[in-house]
Nanobody, 121 residues
Framework: QVQLQASGGGLVQAGGSLRLSCVAT????????MGWYRQAPGKERELVAG???????NYQNSVKGRFTISRDNAQNTVDLQMNDLKPEDTAVYYC???????????????WGQGTLVTVSS
């Protein structure tokens, strides 16, 4: 199984920055895609940014140019640097990864516990 531990959320003023970090631990064969999702009150969970093991990344349009996702395959970590934060970025942010537990198993999605990011205007 894979456990994801996220950290780095908090309260920040509009225009400020925060860095979210997430580490994957447990017994697994391979971690494929990693990413960050968010869920604002009354809204569905949405993808913020994702990154492949090779470093290819993709972003939600609303965060392009402001957020940067990175990962360290050796440490099984994924970070999200968030700059120029806006009140509409306020949400609970969830770390996600897709992993194979064994060489022959399918890929499964795993989720962290969520970390709250609040941006005040």
């Amino acid at each position: 199984q894979v456990q994801l531990q996220a950290s780095g959320g908090g309260l920040v003023q509009a225009g400020g920055s925060l860095r979210l970090s997430c580490v994957a631990t447990g017994r697994f064969f391979l971690i494929n895609g990693m990413g960050w999702y968010r869920q604002a009150p009354g809204k569905e969970r949405e993808l913020v940014a994702g990154i492949t093991p090779g470093g290819e990344s993709n972003y939600q349009n609303s965060v392009k140019g402001r957020f940067t996702i990175s990962r360290d395959n050796a440490q099984n970590t994924v970070d999200l640097q968030m700059n120029d934060l806006k009140p509409e970025d306020t949400a609970v942010y969830y770390c996600n990864c897709r992993a194979k537990i064994t060489k022959d198993s399918s890929n499964y999605d795993y989720w962290g516990q969520g970390t709250l990011v609040t941006v005040s205007s």
